[in-house]
């Protein structure tokens, strides 16, 4: 993979693949759970018209769910989109242009390579991978396709948080010294996930993918987001987004060192969830400041974002109403005592983006390398917590090791 950093530039298959204004962008849709139906169509809906985007065709393993979202689009668009249970026939559709990728957080990496090597542009959801060898494989294609590629850490394009990232640049608050996020809640989300589910209406294995064939258990479909095997939890589900909104202000990369710890500690019951419900890890940037992550469900009190300067605070708590401060400041700066609001600097949406750079071939507000720098330390922070042990991050191999 290129260096952290790098923008997708404008290939040849990048220039070959170039919509004329004219042309509908065809979508398909990989995954039609919550993301994709809840937040993916939503997202795009807004903006159909206008850019002359359509989702054409939706794929999978749950027949409810792809039959939902075929009707939503014939709903919208008047006309049905063809229904897949497998992205490999969806990708085969030589009507596709672009796929939307809502799929479990097992099958991420799976999905995204594919359609790169089928030249489709993508959108993928975080977290981007379960483990640094498909996280490295899925990266390099996208870039050896030259597709155009936005990473669903859809908080970066929030006008605030482009404000953050001004005021950061400005020197506003000084050096950095710590990042830190408590998440917490009441009760896991994956709970509210749970949902009957006939086995005669799921393909098993298309569920399964790689993952080790065992009967059906409509638990693990859909309350995947509990169970290890599929999702590595709230630092990994919940971090994705703190972490890359982080490198997004204040323009860091990836760590060097990472510890982490977790486990089940309130919500033991008969669902036998695998993922944590309490859980924190520490990393440390070569920029020179600590980040740390934490969740707690098991009381929703306390949580908190924030980016800590010598001379004062970015508050992001609220995202959508972050403040700066001189709170705290060890160094005079310019910065009251009193709390001021950020003020938002207009960008498109994450999902208007993905669409206009589909049409101009410029990189993505979240580009593939994004993506592979919010990875990393989420990787870092599981294996840290598996294992017990600190773990570093070699930039020369791409490898996760302890250290």
Excluded at 61 to 87: K, L, N, T
Excluded at 182 to 200: F, H, I, M
Excluded at 259 to 288: K, L, M, R
Aim: charged fraction near 20%.
């Amino acid at each position: 993979m290129a260096s952290a950093g790098a923008a997708l530039s404008f290939t040849a298959t990048s220039y070959a693949r170039i919509i004329g204004a004219n042309d509908r962008i065809a979508i398909g849709l990989i995954g039609c759970g919550g993301r994709g139906y809840l937040a993916h169509m939503p997202g795009i809906h807004p903006h159909d018209k206008q850019q002359n985007a359509e989702f054409t065709a939706v794929a999978d393993p749950w027949r409810i769910r792809r039959q939902r979202a075929a009707a939503r689009c014939q709903e919208w668009y008047g006309r049905p989109a063809r229904q897949f249970v497998s992205y490999r026939d969806l990708l085969a559709e030589g009507r596709v242009d672009a796929v939307m990728i809502a799929s479990c957080d097992h099958q991420h990496t799976t999905h995204l390579e594919a359609a790169a090597r089928a030249r489709k542009d993508a959108y993928c959801e975080k977290p981007l991978s379960m483990d640094m060898e498909s996280l490295r494989q899925a990266c390099d294609a996208v870039q050896a396709a030259g597709i155009v590629c936005q990473i669903g850490t859809q908080v970066r394009s929030l006008p605030t948080s482009v404000g953050c990232r001004e005021l950061f640049r400005s020197g506003a608050i000084g050096k950095v010294s710590r990042i830190e996020q408590c998440r917490n809640g009441t009760q896991p989300y994956w709970y509210s996930r749970l949902q009957d589910v006939k086995a005669e209406d799921v393909d098993w294995p298309e569920f399964l993918m790689n993952r080790p064939m065992r009967p059906f258990d409509g638990k693990l479909l859909s309350g995947w987001y509990g169970y290890r095997e599929f999702s590595d939890g709230p630092i990994s589900g919940f971090g994705a987004h703190f972490i890359d909104l982080l490198n997004f202000i204040v323009g860091s990369t990836l760590p060097t060192s990472c510890v982490a710890q977790g486990g089940t500690f309130t919500w033991n019951d008969e669902n036998h969830f695998t993922a944590p419900d309490h859980s924190q890890a520490t990393w440390i940037y070569p920029d020179g400041f600590l980040v740390s992550y934490s969740t707690n469900f098991g009381n929703g009190s306390g949580s908190v974002l924030k980016i800590y300067g010598q001379q004062g605070v970015i508050d992001l708590t609220k995202w959508l109403a972050p403040t700066i401060s001189g709170a705290g400041a060890i160094r005079p700066g310019k910065l009251g005592s009193v709390e001021k609001p950020v003020l938002p600097i207009a960008t498109p949406d994450h999902f208007l983006d993905w669409l206009q750079c589909i049409r101009s071939r410029k990189t993505c507000h979240a580009p593939i390398e994004a993506g592979y720098n919010h990875c990393v330390p989420l990787l870092m922070a599981k294996l840290a917590m598996d294992s017990g042990q600190r773990q570093v991050y070699d930039a020369a191999t791409r490898e996760i090791r302890p250290g």
